[in-house]
């Protein structure tokens, strides 16, 4: 503990100055509602002396005459210019800057609050203003584009996103990219998209180490940092919010599907060229056994056992061929998804206290019908100045949500063929006689073992009939999931200078799940079936429903301890902040409590005693599958989490005349033993850096037009934990089933191997910014410049395996990060009656994995479709690799190998008559880097025009220099529903000679020709994120009425993009590794209405 | 005054809990998870039911072996089965890709390493120290044992110095890059490891995984054998045969009408079983490989007399609708498989790489041929058949000559050591004995004759390069002292 000796003489250093005998001025500055203002400038005019104000507003200056005048500046307010004549004390108001964004003046980071000009790092900062000034459903969304180099990683399945700071900076996945999270100070476990955007105040990124190494060993993806709201006024304000979101049902214009006539007859010929390769019908079905296959192969194979003639196929055919299930499935299993919230909060501050409280109730009716959410939530603080040295503040935060979801295997239109259909002409149900359904066990069944069945008159088989209207009220999944966050903090003052703080955070969440099958549910009646046992010809499952039950918990606490220290030296020439402290965190997620349930009745709250052990174990002789079937059922094994960490910290910020700015902060973290051996964890993570106010120097005085300039340098390094690694040697109790005794052993994996030289993951920032405000705020941003490097990092080493193991993971692997940010925001108009801003964010990121190792065996496509895993020195992660084409010969692609050769011969006739197995490409020798997957350029551009009581809001979001793939014809495909049917660029399947060497190579072709060269296109994409209209209630209505600021909100989501690769493409839904579409996110349209009391 | 104090004790209170020491907070251990640390976690530690061995690289070479033919055909020259079923010597080995084998052994080997290295220092009684590393340090050697023959030619006393053998591992350094030893550097410290150990070991260790003294003694015979010991082989075999010299009679099996009736011989119940090893392959542990690679070879099938048990139990040659063989095996190809029942080990335990005690009748007989003294050597040879063959007349008789002698040794080793390491390793060792050398001869196809495979016949010469298995890619391409021991 000889460290935190050192800190507390850190801490206690004071620089010694010259005092000048001249008269000294006090005072306070407050604004308009007499809040005090924290690091509001004081400058003498014609003169070097200057000031600032402390937390409290205070301030001191020395002046050098009597009738000196002082200029109080303020980012936000109105400058103010006032003669201390006669006067040695003060009492200012400044005014808010009326025409003017809210710039970012104190910051958190969740250990100190911080006047901006007196910081030294790089800060994002997003004020509730700016966060609601466009509707969002949840805060994830409410924070893309608002700051520059925080960018969202948009999954194309669900158009969610999920953040990434500067770059991915690991590669670990159990780190992953997911940056800190912190409310009230305290790190949560909670996810952005789970907190209410209502209570926010502010969000601070805190993008450099300067910022975030304070966070040590859990920062090295940057931290978000979230201020919640407090009483502001006297009076009790309740704001009132009500909002809708109304999203359409999606389109499948994008999609580019091809027509059910195209599609069967596509499907025919794929079918007849089966046939003829596998030589019979008889042959081709075989290999089917009783698994399931199409309606249309059904037809064709009754056709030719002569169950039906001809013309039935041709009735049945032309039939089909005005069917189309995807429509019908959107007419009549989606609805349009509807959002409702409503929020009210109420604020109060008095000279004792001050309160919050927030209540928010949304409800979600989304795109399937039966899928629908509740979640409530409720927020609590309060403030209590229990006496004049003790401040508590405590509150609870707690959200409970109820959702109920429909089976997985009934929500996707693409669960029957095209030519299905779900209700006819009339509007009545359409049964299909079977459908593409495993159920619990057994697995899928065909047309034709399903006839046999019923002609076989078992008492026992319940029907396969299916209708998927009626079935998606079956097996809905229930969840219900409880988070509570109660927090406390008290703060002592004593010595003057001094704060002590004690904070407790407790967070606890349960999630609870149960999924109730009916007892005649598809899954069931499958699931029963299966279990026909072949000699008794009685299910062996018990009559009844099925039950599942899960509930986990998972609790973490923080606890800690901080000394803060703030004074100023020599009339206020000198000013000293620190802070130190501890912390103890302790994570736990606990043993899941489940329980599994046959014969199931739901009222009577009843089961069957199973007998697992020879259901489970030994099985049945299944009539329906001819084969022995087991009963799936729980795990026997069960897995806990429990870490605890403890950590040290200490951070020093000194200013000297606040124009020089000197910082450090440093912090050592330990984590329990199955992370890191105690004495490889004693190194600490660290950062200094310096800023420069220059435009308060006196050379500076004559630039009118700069209102501000900074300068800010940086350096430090940030940790990662990753707890799956140990320096122990851990092994498990495991029985292996193929022992005859059955005996448990002890089990390890290479990874669980000693491994003493293991140590934390380390990110060094070097971060170089400048803040600027210019021509009395009509621009103003700051410019970054970083290089971010990942050292250290957990990668797998591929060792020989003489020594005995194969390969490992160690801190073995380095990765770079560099980047540009820039933010601008222009006041372009600026009267009473009209306003114009522009907010631009952009952000460059570019990355190079410096050290990262590939076994040399890793073949050529692994690179491909999995660059995150499959990594090569020198490239970028996610690099875009592709094959190289040669040509396209007769409608077959060939590709070139690492010497240049083609990969297939071909003969006179351009049939192939040898193809080398692409298996044999080992490495990247013999591939092309066209660039990454991941956006190099991203950002934002807002507008924000306003006219009397209209304004309007338009976010566009842009991303580019990354690469994607073409969606392209699948050559082997037996079923293709895209427009590629009549796409014969390249051969299809059914085109290639029958039984010939193209047809057995047919996949080979195919993933040449979805990954080569050619196929790749730039992923450079502009969209419209929203455009929104409001009004607000001019001031006499509301006056009247006697409410406060009221407004009303029109908004509409995606309404347009552009994207360079053409072809319908919207980056954002599409994967762009694999080149496949996935359906465009509607148009939500939002409604808002909020009002104050 | 009152304020300051508590400002005091304030102070005083925050600066005693900054120096409370935090090494016990974090000091926790979740469950689900053991880390080894006493010396009793670490004697469990030699435990592993996992011990199993993967055969592909080298099985096929054997005459005792067959395939089925559509896995050789057409990969005459790009797998190990192809080439080795074709005896194909001009197939660039080193080109194929990995198997386990190796990693199969050293990752054994450094499991001991990890006991050896660590338990001195780990908290518990002496004596479990004292065992632990005798077990481990035998079950080192034995997979060094294993590897050499594998990987490097059979001990030759007149060349072993010089020819190039196998690393010897034993240390625990992840870091490390081994050094290839000669033949006789490894088989010195494989028997300096095990004269070390084999005393320390238990009769009756707690669990069948741990190595008990028999295994130990019958090791150390083989070994010696290996060597050239006959003598010291003799005496380590009769020490071995000393605590165990029990054998299952197959003629009970047979009188109840097979496996599937007579279950006393399954799990760890076969009392003649001194070691659980097994061949591994597909779908994981024991000898579920048998499907595979359990076909024997015509050659083989015709060398097991009429009532030889060990053949008409465990062998079928007609596919059925209840043995359901045909996908491994072709009817017709004169073969015989073993039967895939039984691999279910709920009715008999073979063990196709682990020691028995069948094996050390073998060694006796062997030694005391080499010794001359073969009225013994046929002792310990019909007191094995007899639990073998069915009938009286299950004896051999005493032959005229110690050639005559060795070779009913060398012909019951055949028929007695099916599968695993066994039939290999021996064609390597007696290969180098000018009298009991053999050149394979083996027809091909059999079944599956057509113009683009017509029948051949292939041979495989006793100084083949082929039996001497290159060390795998991966190992060499990270380790340049792993140089080829064959001239690919």
């Known amino acids: 503990m000889k460290r935190l000796r050192i800190l507390l003489v850190i801490l206690l250093v004071s620089v010694a100055s010259i005092v000048e005998a001249q008269k000294t001025v006090t005072g306070v500055v407050t604004d308009t509602k007499g809040e005090p203002l924290y690091g509001v400038t004081i400058r003498e005019s014609e003169a070097n002396n200057s000031a600032v104000t402390n937390i409290n507003g205070q301030f001191s200056i020395i002046v050098s005459n009597d009738a000196a005048v002082l200029l109080f500046r303020y980012m936000g307010m109105e400058p103010f210019k006032t003669s201390v004549k006669g006067k040695t004390t003060l009492s200012v108001k400044m005014n808010e800057q009326t025409t003017t964004l809210a710039e970012a003046v104190v910051v958190s980071t969740g250990y100190q609050r911080l006047s901006r000009e007196r910081s030294t790092a790089a800060f994002g900062f997003v004020d509730s203003t700016k966060l609601n000034r466009v509707m969002h459903k949840d805060l994830l969304s409410a924070l893309e584009g608002q700051v520059a180099g925080l960018r969202m990683d948009i999954n194309p399945n669900t158009g969610e996103g999920s953040p990434i700071l500067r770059g991915i900076g690991t590669f670990s996945n159990n780190v992953g990219t997911k940056p800190l999270i912190v409310v009230d100070d305290m790190a949560t476990n909670m996810e952005l998209s789970e907190i209410n955007p209502y209570d926010v105040e502010s969000i601070t990124v805190l993008k450099d180490a300067a910022a975030a190494s304070i966070y040590g060993a859990l920062a090295a993806n940057g931290v978000i940092v979230i201020t919640t709201k407090q009483g502001k006024t006297n009076k009790t304000t309740v704001s009132v919010n009500a909002d809708w979101y109304i999203s359409t049902k999606p389109s499948f214009d994008a999609m580019h599907y091809a027509s059910t006539s195209d599609i069967i007859d596509y499907e025919t010929n794929v079918y007849n060229a089966r046939v003829a390769s596998s030589g019979s019908v008889k042959t081709l079905f075989d290999t089917y056994k009783n698994n399931y296959y199409s309606p249309l192969y059904q037809l064709y194979r009754d056709q030719a056992e002569g169950r039906i003639s001809q013309a039935d196929v041709d009735n049945t055919l032309n039939q089909w061929r005005q069917n189309d299930y995807y429509s019908q499935y959107r007419d009549h299993v989606w609805r349009t998804s509807i959002t409702q919230r409503y929020n009210v909060s109420l604020s109060q501050k008095s000279q004792k206290s001050n309160h919050f409280a927030s209540f928010n109730y949304e409800h979600d009716k989304n795109r399937i019908q039966n899928d629908n959410s509740d979640a409530f939530s409720i927020y609590l603080k309060s403030n209590f100045k229990v006496s004049k040295w003790l401040d508590v503040k405590l509150g609870i935060d707690t959200r409970f949500t109820n959702s109920s979801t429909p089976d997985g295997s009934y929500t996707s239109y693409t669960m029957q063929e095209r030519y299905a259909s779900i209700v006819d002409g009339q509007g009545n149900y359409v049964y299909s006689p079977y459908v593409n359904v495993s159920g619990y066990t057994g697995g899928s069944i065909n047309g034709s073992r399903v006839r046999e069945l019923q002609e076989q008159n078992i008492g026992a088989l319940l029907p396969y009939s299916f209708n998927v209207l009626e079935s998606l009220d079956e097996g809905v999944t229930k969840n219900r999931n409880v988070r509570m966050r109660p927090f406390i903090n008290l703060e002592a003052k004593f010595l003057k200078w001094f704060k002590y703080n004690v904070m407790f955070q407790y967070e606890w969440a349960q999630t609870r799940k149960e999924q109730y099958d009916e007892p005649d549910s598809y899954q069931m009646r499958l699931t029963h079936n299966a279990f026909i046992d072949q000699t008794t010809q009685t299910s062996q499952l018990p009559e009844g429903g099925r039950y599942y039950q899960q509930t986990n918990n998972s609790r973490r606490y923080t606890f800690r301890n901080q000394l803060n220290f703030e004074k100023s030296f020599l009339d206020f020439k000198h000013n000293v902040n620190a802070i130190m402290g501890m912390e103890l965190r302790e994570n736990r997620s606990s043993r899941p409590i489940e329980q599994l349930m046959y014969g199931y009745n739901d009222t009577a709250l009843t089961s069957v005693r199973m007998d697992w052990q020879s259901l489970y174990n030994v099985g049945i002789n299944s009539l329906v599958y001819n084969e022995n079937v087991k009963m799936s059922g729980l795990s026997t094994s069960q897995s806990e989490v429990f870490h605890r960490y403890a950590s040290f910290y200490a951070n020093v910020g000194y200013n000297y005349l606040y124009r020089y700015n000197l910082t450090g902060s440093i912090r050592w973290d330990e984590a329990d033993l199955f992370g890191l051996d105690t004495k490889n964890q004693h190194h600490p993570l660290w950062s200094i850096g310096g800023g420069w106010n220059i435009s308060e120097e006196q050379f500076m005085k004559g630039i009118s037009w700069l209102d501000f300039l900074k300068l800010r340098v940086t350096y430090g390094v940030n940790g990662n934990v990753d707890q799956s690694s140990t320096t122990y040697f851990v092994a498990r109790y495991r029985t292996e089933g193929s022992d005859p005794t059955n005996s448990q052993y002890l089990r390890y994996t290479d990874d669980n191997l000693p491994n003493p030289k293991l140590r934390w993951e380390k990110t060094s920032t070097f971060n170089v910014g400048m803040d600027f405000r210019l021509l009395n705020n009509l621009l103003s941003g700051s410019l970054e410049f970083y290089n971010r490097v990942g050292d250290d990092l957990l990668v797998r080493k591929y060792l020989d395996s003489t020594i005995g193991a194969t390969s490992r993971v160690i801190n073995n692997g380095k990765m770079r990060n560099q980047g540009l940010e820039l933010s601008l925001t222009a006041n372009i108009i600026r009267t009473q009656e009209w306003g114009l801003t522009a907010t631009l964010n952009y952000a460059y990121n570019k990355n190079k994995m410096l050290s990262v190792e590939h076994n040399p065996t890793d073949i050529a496509s692994n690179f491909i479709t999995a660059p995150e895993n499959y990594r090569i020195e020198g490239t970028s992660y996610n690099t875009c690799w592709a094959y190289r084409l040669s040509r396209v010969v007769n409608g077959y692609p060939v590709i070139l190998d690492a010497d240049g050769n083609e990969m297939a011969k071909f003969d006179a006739d351009g049939n192939p008559t040898e193809v080398t197995y692409t298996s044999t490409l080992k490495g990247t020798d013999a591939l092309v880097n066209m660039g990454t997957f991941t956006p190099i350029h991203t950002g934002s551009l807002s507008l924000n025009l306003r006219w009397r009581e209209l304004e309007l809001n338009t976010l566009f979001i842009f991303s580019g220099g990354n690469k994607l793939r073409l969606d392209v014809t699948d050559m082997n495909s037996y079923q293709m529903t895209t427009d590629h049917v009549n796409d014969h660029t390249v051969k299809h399947y059914y085109e290639m000679p029958t039984g010939s060497v193209a047809q057995q190579n047919a996949s080979t072709f195919s993933e040449w020709w979805r990954y080569c060269d050619e196929q790749v296109r730039s992923a450079d994409y502009l969209k419209l994120r929203s455009i929104n209209l409001a009004y607000h209630l001019p001031e006499d209505i509301i006056k009247k009425i006697g409410i406060g600021p009221t407004r009303l909100t029109l908004q509409v989501n995606n309404l347009f993009y552009w994207s360079a690769a053409g072809h319908d493409i919207d980056p954002e839904s599409y994967s762009v590794k694999t080149g496949t579409r996935t359906l465009q996110q509607p148009k939500t349209i939002s409604i808002g209405f909020s009002t104050t009391l | ?488």
């Not at chain 2, 990987?151 to 350094?173: E, H, L, R, W």
């Not at chain 2, 091909?444 to 683009?452: A, D, G, K, L, R």
Request: include cysteine; charge should be negative; glycine fraction near 4%.
């Open chain 2, 1 to 488: 005054m009152i304020r300051h104090l508590t400002s005091y004790i304030i102070l005083l209170a925050s600066y005693l809990f900054f120096f409370t020491s935090c090494d016990s907070y974090i000091d926790i251990t979740p469950k689900g998870a053991v880390m080894v640390q006493t010396a009793d976690e670490y004697y469990e530690l030699i435990v592993n039911p996992m011990r199993s061995y993967y055969p592909s690289p080298f099985i096929l070479l054997t005459d005792n072996q067959w395939a089925k033919e559509s896995d050789i055909l057409g990969n005459e020259s790009t797998s190990a089965d192809g080439i080795n079923f074709t005896f194909n010597e001009q197939a660039d080995r080193t080109l194929l890709a990995d198997n386990n084998l190796y990693e199969n052994m050293y990752s054994f080997i450094l499991r001991s390493n990890l006991v050896i290295e660590n338990i001195d220092n780990a908290n518990g009684p002496d004596d479990i120290k004292t065992l632990a590393k005798a077990e481990a340090r035998t079950f080192r050697a034995w997979d060094h044992f294993l590897a050499v023959n594998t990987f490097a030619k059979a001990y030759d006393p007149a060349t072993a110095s010089q020819d190039g053998g196998v690393c010897i591992v034993n240390y625990y350094d992840l870091e490390s890059t081994p050094r290839k030893s000669t033949v006789a550097e490894v088989y010195d410290f494989i028997i300096r490891e095990l004269e070390e150990s084999v005393d320390l070991l238990q009769e009756k260790p707690v669990n069948i995984y741990h190595p008990n003294k028999a295994f130990g003694y019958a090791l150390l015979a083989k070994v010696y054998l290996f060597h050239r010991d006959w003598e010291k082989a003799k005496k380590a075999a009769e020490v071995s045969f000393s605590l165990n010299s029990a054998l299952a009679d197959y003629n009970l099996i047979k009188n109840a009408g097979g496996t599937v009736y007579y279950k006393e011989f399954a799990k760890e119940n076969n009392p003649e079983v001194l070691s659980y090893m097994w061949m591994a392959g597909w779908g994981g542990g024991e000898e579920v490989c048998m499907m595979h690679y359990g076909m024997i070879s015509p050659e083989l099938k015709e060398l097991f007399a009429s009532n030889d048990l060990r053949y008409s139990i465990f062998f079928r040659d007609k596919v059925t609708a209840t043995n359901q063989i045909g996908n491994w095996f072709d009817q017709g190809s004169g073969a015989a498989i073993w039967l895939p029942a039984i691999k279910n080990t709920d009715r008999f335990t073979y063990m196709s790489v682990g020691l028995r005690t069948a094996e050390v009748y073998l060694m006796l007989a062997e030694t005391n041929a080499r010794l001359g003294d073969l009225t013994t050597a046929t002792g310990y040879i019909n007191q094995l058949r007899a639990k073998r063959l069915s009938g009286t007349s299950t004896d051999i008789s005493v032959p005229a000559t110690q050639k005559e002698m060795m070779d009913s040794v060398i012909m019951e080793r055949r028929k007695e050591l099916l599968f695993g390491f066994n039939r290999f390793f021996d064609l390597k060792r007696f290969n180098l004995e000018p009298d009991y050398q053999k050149t394979i001869t083996r027809k091909f196809p059999v079944v599956n004759i057509s113009e683009t495979y017509p029948q051949k016949t292939y041979t495989l010469a006793p100084n083949s390069r082929l039996y001497i298995i290159p060390f795998p890619r991966s190992a060499r391409d990270k380790n340049p002292n792993l140089t080829l021991n064959t001239d690919e």
